[in-house]
């Protein structure tokens, strides 16, 4: 069950991102606003309770996030 897990994730973060950039490049939102929708997501993770395993899987999300964020602002998102 762990890989369809990874796989589904994986396929839903190349989907999010692709929208991201559709969104980006129709100007559908200004980049002040898709860069806040992500910091948003990670907060939600980065204040997400629970366990020491659950706590430490929050964490490692919001570090992607954020990863995906500062990645985009400095080469990707922002093409258009």
Same mark, same amino acid.
């Given at each position: 069950m762990p890989? @369809?897990t +990874? *796989? =589904?994730?994986?396929?839903?973060? #190349?989907?999010?991102e /692709?929208l991201?950039l559709a969104? #980006? +490049? !129709? &100007?559908?939102?200004?980049?002040? %606003?898709i860069a806040? $929708?992500? &910091? +948003? /997501? =990670?907060?939600v !993770?980065?204040? /997400? $309770?629970? +366990?020491?395993a %659950?706590?430490?899987? *929050? @964490?490692? $999300? =919001?570090?992607?996030?954020?990863?995906?964020? /500062?990645g985009?602002? #400095? #080469?990707g998102? !922002?093409r258009?």
């Open positions: 890989v @369809q +990874d *796989h =589904a994730g994986m396929a839903a973060l #190349s989907i999010c /692709a991201l969104i #980006s +490049d !129709h &100007r559908l939102l200004p980049e002040s %606003e806040g $929708v992500l &910091r +948003d /997501a =990670a907060a !993770h980065e204040n /997400a $309770v629970g +366990d020491a %659950e706590r430490e899987v *929050h @964490q490692s $999300v =919001a570090g992607l996030i954020n990863g995906i964020n /500062a985009m602002n #400095s #080469s998102l !922002h258009g």
